[in-house]
């Protein structure tokens, strides 16, 4: 075991100095502008900044029903290894990216707060992290770099440590004149050609740097050129804990909350040492507003804010100013993000008071997920055999929790042959006889609100974990643990507003025990009949037959040695598996012959499992040869015999081999299985 020593020399060794040093650049204002000039970049405003963070990590394309569609890594969450991964709800996030592209180029969004719209746990937040921890890092990188002024003490000129910083970390070209600023982006205009986005100097200097400016000015007898080397920049690191450019309010009650808090708010102790509380010295510009200049403010629940707030936003989306108290309107540079549930953006829309606010929002819907794949990853991320120690998840149980969870938050087709679990494999990208990609389009059309009712995952997240804790003496978990657990929390479900949604829900938990039982049954099925010996001599003795039936011959019996007739009734035995009429026979044993022969030209063997109709009706034919010898039925009682018992171990050892089970859920499977087929139900 390594000692302290070692570890710190371990760590000492992989420090990188050299990005310290220049994380923490700092240098005169002329410096400054020599950065500028190299990459214009460096003075993107927020919206600029937050899209093209968003675009570093790479865009895919692929096309969905002959239609491109983009999909941004960024939402992944590459960096924190997919923890805060957005999976499914692709739609959403390009229209927050063009919302932010749009502002990034001055058409108009900018102005606007970005409302993120949708019901409990559909993600708002996560999207809102995301961009957040996007901007950290992106501004830690070179492509990312910010940069914000101070001001010397001119009691200490050449002491650094003296320098009174920029309390709202702005742009350091704030410093030129307005009078002069189109002089100064015509000198920039080379480097800025080169640029994706024009160099362009607009805001203000806030009113502490105002202060200071002129204190400097009148220092110098008006000599601008002498107040700039009054000046150092810095490099700033974007960071929430730090409350450096990003920024988060959360509403409280009415009692413990004034717009100070977006703000900021008067340093009283400094007002004796300045002699006035309009002194810019003597205020604290740390309010949620002031804090996220640069880069990024999030409104928890927006629309739950005071009346007094909201002047507040609507003043910093359209003019990107707020108001301090004793101070005139301040510039601010930042991405104004909010979100909402569903009943908070209803009172908005009939309140005729939050008229500018509503004029003042993008709304972006973030709906449930309503692609069972998707779901199924979100709580494959919590909950798998890495990260959940000591208990095996059985196969589907997952699946049958995300499967009911996405079934609750899809509307009733309009189409009257299809039932909802149709809808659901077909928007999951399964095909069904007589469904095109266009009727799949045509169905999400005739949808209203569909994703932004339902189920929230956080529900199917918390009954997974209750699973998991209620049974402490079983070393897996199944669908039914899981499934038992959602309709019991069903009972007092906060959520539910009626007992006609209730009884709902529970109906759909039984057509997911229902598809679950089928999916078990198939793959019992497959276990058993997974005998390759068996399955390959199955398949020559039908392939004999067809043979000898469609050229007329007659078949040799292996054991007699005589020459008999083609077995009709094997070859039927198999072909019914699949449903193939008496009437079509021949045409189906003539496509296999001619499947065989169209091999045997090409030099290729034929191989029973390359053909998918014929392997299922093989499979299906051996299962039902083989399951009454391995009495699987035998499972519900207590007597089993030595041999039945070996050979229902091999089948257990399938099903742990081939589907994931461990050796209870493959023996829970079986019996449920074999109950099923004791009460006559052995289909396939």
């Known amino acids: 075991m390594a000692g302290g020593r070692e570890i710190v020399s371990f760590l000492a060794e992989r420090q990188n100095l050299e990005q310290f040093r220049k994380k923490n650049w700092q240098g005169t204002f002329e410096e400054y502008l020599d950065l500028v000039a190299q990459n214009p970049a460096i003075t993107r405003n927020a919206f600029q900044r937050c899209y093209d963070m968003i675009l570093s990590y790479g865009v895919d394309t692929y096309e969905v029903s002959r239609e491109k569609k983009v999909h941004y890594r960024f939402f992944d969450d590459p960096l924190d290894n997919g923890r805060d991964a957005i999976f499914g709800l692709e739609d959403s996030q390009v229209q927050l990216v063009n919302a932010l592209k749009s502002a990034a180029h001055g058409y108009g969004i ?3 707060v970005l409302l993120l719209h949708g019901p409990v746990g559909s993600s708002k937040s996560t999207m809102a992290r995301l961009l957040k921890k996007g901007l950290e890092r992106y501004s830690a990188l070179d492509e990312g770099a910010v940069y914000s002024l101070g001001w010397i003490d001119p009691a200490n000129p050449s002491d650094t440590s003296a320098i009174h910083w920029c309390p709202m970390n702005e742009e350091p070209l704030h410093l030129f004149p307005e009078e002069f600023r189109p002089d100064v982006v015509a000198q920039f205009q080379e480097a800025s050609a080169l640029a994706d986005y024009p160099l362009n100097i607009s805001g203000e200097l806030c009113p502490f740097c105002r202060f200071m400016y002129m204190e400097s000015l009148n220092r110098h007898g008006g000599d601008w050129s002498k107040v700039v080397q009054d000046v150092h920049v810095r490099r700033v690191l974007l960071s929430e804990k730090d409350r450096i450019g990003i920024g988060t309010f959360q509403p409280k009650d009415e009692k413990n909350q004034d717009s100070t808090e977006l703000t900021g708010d008067i340093n009283y102790r400094k007002i004796a040492e300045y002699g006035t509380d309009s002194d810019p010295r003597a205020f604290n510009f740390d309010g949620e507003f002031n804090v996220a200049n640069r880069g990024i403010i999030e409104f928890i629940e927006v629309l739950k804010l005071d009346v007094a707030f909201l002047y507040d936003l609507l003043g910093a989306s359209q003019e990107h100013k707020v108001k301090p108290k004793k101070f005139a309107q301040t510039d601010i540079d930042e991405v104004i993000l909010g979100h909402t549930n569903e009943p908070e953006y209803r009172r908005l829309q009939n309140n005729e008071f939050m008229e500018a606010l509503r004029d003042r929002t993008v709304k972006i819907d973030v709906p449930y997920v309503t692609r069972l794949s998707n779901e199924v990853k979100i709580y494959e991320k919590d909950y798998n055999n890495e990260k959940v120690k000591g208990k095996h998840i059985a196969p589907h149980t997952i699946e049958m929790a995300a499967m009911w969870a996405v079934l609750t938050r ?11 679990l149709q809808k659901l494999k077909l928007y999951d990208g399964k095909s069904l006889p007589g469904f095109t990609e266009e009727n799949i389009k045509e169905l999400k059309s ?12 956080r529900y199917v997240q918390d009954k997974i974990s209750n699973a998991l804790v209620a049974h402490p003496d079983a070393t897996s978990i199944n669908p039914f643990m899981v499934l038992n657990e959602l309709e019991s929390g069903l009972g007092n479900h906060s959520l539910i507003t009626s007992e006609e949604q209730r009884d709902h829900y529970r109906q759909l938990l039984e057509v997911v025990k229902e598809e679950y039982e089928n999916i078990v049954k198939n793959e019992v099925q ?14 020559a003795n039908y392939i004999d037959n067809v043979k000898a039936y469609t050229q007329r011959e007659r078949v040799k019996n292996k054991f007699t040695g005589q020459y008999e007739e083609p077995d009709d009734r094997l070859m039927r035995s198999i072909e019914e598996k699949i449903d193939i009429p008496d009437s079509r026979k021949d045409d189906f044993r003539r496509e296999i012959m001619n499947y065989i022969g169209a091999l045997s030209i090409d030099g290729k063997k034929f191989d029973y499992k390359t053909n998918e109709r014929l392997y299922k009706a093989l499979q299906l034919k051996l299962f039902e040869d083989q399951k009454d010898s391995i009495k699987l039925t035998s499972l519900v009682s207590s007597v089993i015999d030595q041999e039945t018992q070996e050979k229902i ?3 257990k050892q399938r099903l742990i081999r081939d589907h994931g089970y461990d050796d209870e859920s493959a023996t829970d499977v079986l019996s449920y299985v074999a109950s099923i087929f004791a009460r006559g139900d052995v289909t396939g």
């Open 110 to 112: 900018e102005k606007r």
């Open 410 to 420: 899809l509307e009733e087709p309009k189409n009257a042959s299809l039932t909802l």
């Open 446 to 457: 005739q949808t209203k609100r569909e994703g932004m009712l339902g189920i929230s995952p």
């Open 526 to 539: 497959r276990a058993i009949a997974a005998d390759e010996d068996a399955m390959a001599r199955l398949c």
């Open 649 to 651: 171990d091999v089948v």
